[in-house]
């Protein structure tokens, strides 16, 4: 039997009601959300990665090399894959692999290298995929197949589902096309450090279940298959929208949010497993799930939230109440000195712009805002000198408080990525003019005198509509000056300030970075101030849903 559609490795690790519109022709011109601007960014920087290790990989092989040019026709590429195939190339770049219509298969991979039986499947990945220990299988770069394979007394596997699932894609397309080694299936992973290939069995058990990687790949596929078919065929939709984590970055949610909030799908107010287990109990929606007591104990609980906490959200989303509190009297921690703190950062090439805001007891410091930026497009060295100021400025005004036996505290909003920043900054720029050890770093984020305001948002309030920044500083009646203003769009804004598409906006587009970045820090004390007044008593409180 042949399928009637084509699938790439990338279903078998997305959302089944993705997998349906893209392949639902009726939605061919439906709205889509734009893409993500942090995420093509990661993308370019994937490419970039895997240019350098193929010319690395091309210099060391010589006349051994093989590449299938990217800017062709997909035929004229996959002719010139089968060609070099059957030619017996040792090794062959960026191979689009002939397709398996019996199967439903597309795709391709990015190295495929010969052994004496036939092909074995490369990926080359930006992200690591061991960590310090003993244990992986790893061959040389300069040896990359598996009759190079040994135990790795360096390095254990970092577990990267997502990479033996698209081995097991190219090896199940080898196998079709007669193309594939005998024997056991092996695939290999180049990882960030470009050292060594990761060897996967892919025939063993790593998966619940004793199940193996193609096995898993197998059940994954077929049902990501049957979902398709059904979406081309105009049959009825195997899989229904469900809000999930994914769904933040999915260019289609605008066209479930739509079908969510019309069935007031109980998704919109808890995600992921917590709906699906819900759903089971005859919880469908949020009116139900607002309707259940409190108190009910589940035999399975739900992993996201207690179950009393999903009640109150769901009464308080029928009320559109963006915040409720969970406790009587809320505590913000407050000091004589405060400074705010918003960081900002280009995808994985670095932190930008330090942004912070200066305000409390007079300590012979300028107050009001202060930016630390770099313009030069990252990675550059210059990201050393801008966070070395801001390091040297923020001890300067921690010192002084102290000095003048006034309390110190320095906020930001999520800590997740300012410390990760704080952390990075301290290790690559090691030496550099005025910046930290990573024992410093670590000295400062784990003094209380640094505050998580997220941090105290989760622990002392239940949101309806989620925590960001965003959602809960308008509640506080703080409202940034652009409209525009967010994480995504603020991406597009540094690629045209730094010039990385042509001629750098230098003065409309960093201005507006400027002042995003202002927002957030005032964004930041105006909800702190406001967690802090009388008008938190007006607020509504969870035990009186």
Request: with cysteine; charged share 25%; hydrophobic share 40%.
């Amino acid at each position: 039997m042949t399928s009637s559609v084509l699938l790439d490795a990338g279903v078998v690790t997305r959302c089944r009601r993705r997998v349906h519109l893209e392949n639902d022709p009726t939605m061919a011109d439906a709205p889509k959300a734009e893409p993500d601007p942090s995420g093509e960014q990661r993308r370019a920087d994937a490419m970039a990665h895997r240019r350098a290790v193929a010319d690395r990989m091309a210099r060391m092989a010589g006349s051994a090399w093989t590449e299938i040019p990217l800017d062709a026709k997909p035929a004229d590429r996959e002719r010139a894959t089968v060609a070099a195939l059957s030619a017996g190339a040792p090794f062959v770049w960026a191979p689009q692999l002939p397709r398996d219509p019996a199967g439903g298969r597309r795709g391709g991979i990015d190295l495929l290298v010969r052994t004496s039986t036939g092909y074995v499947p490369v990926l080359v990945v930006r992200h690591k995929v061991t960590d310090p220990g003993t244990g992986a299988r790893t061959s040389p770069l300069s040896e990359p197949t598996p009759m190079g394979i040994r135990s790795d007394p360096l390095r254990k596997v970092r577990p990267q589902p997502r990479d033996q699932l698209r081995l097991a894609h190219a090896q199940r397309m080898l196998q079709a096309g007669g193309f594939a080694a005998s024997g056991r299936s092996y695939g290999g992973v180049v990882g960030m450090d470009a050292d060594v290939v990761l060897w996967h069995d892919l025939d063993a058990p790593t998966w619940p279940g004793a199940r193996t990687a193609l096995s898993e790949y197998d059940m994954r596929f077929a049902d990501r298959l049957a979902v398709a078919n059904a979406a081309a065929a105009g049959s009825e939709a195997l899989a229904r929208p469900s809000r999930i984590v994914e769904c933040r970055s999915c260019p289609w949610w605008p066209v479930c949010e739509g079908v969510l909030k019309q069935a007031r799908d109980v998704s919109l107010v808890v995600r992921g497993e917590d709906a699906f287990a819900l759903r089971k109990l005859g919880v469908s929606t949020v009116d139900e799930l607002a309707a259940m007591d409190p108190a009910t104990k589940l035999v399975t609980p739900l992993v996201g939230m207690p179950l009393s906490d999903a009640v109150i959200l769901a009464r308080a989303w029928l009320r559109d109440l963006t915040v409720v509190r969970r406790v009587r009297k809320v505590r913000v921690p407050r000091a004589d000195v405060e400074v705010d703190i918003d960081m900002e950062s280009f995808g994985d090439a670095g932190a930008y712009m330090w942004g912070c805001l200066l305000t409390g007891q007079d300590i012979g410091e300028p107050q009001g805002y202060r930016p630390f930026v770099t313009w030069e497009p990252l990675p550059h060295d210059d990201e050393a000198r801008s966070f070395g100021e801001f390091w040297t400025w923020l001890m300067r005004v921690r010192d002084k408080a102290l000095a003048h036996n006034l309390t110190f505290r320095a906020y930001c909003y999520n800590e997740l990525a300012e410390n990760r920043w704080l952390l990075s900054s301290a290790e690559r720029f090691a030496g550099k003019p005025g910046v930290p050890t990573v024992a410093q770093v670590n000295a400062f984020i784990r003094d209380p005198a640094w505050v998580d305001v997220f941090g105290v948002v989760r622990d002392q309030f239940l949101c309806a509509h989620g925590k960001g920044l965003k959602i809960i500083a308008p509640v506080a009646g703080f409202h940034w000056r652009d409209p525009e203003a967010g994480g995504e769009n603020s991406m597009r804004w540094y690629r045209d300030a730094v010039g990385m598409d042509g001629p750098p906006a230098e003065v409309s587009q960093r201005q507006r970075l400027l002042e995003y970045n202002e927002d957030d820090v005032h964004a930041t004390l105006a909800l702190r101030e406001w967690m802090s007044s009388p008008a938190m008593a007006d607020l509504p409180f969870a035990d009186d849903l």
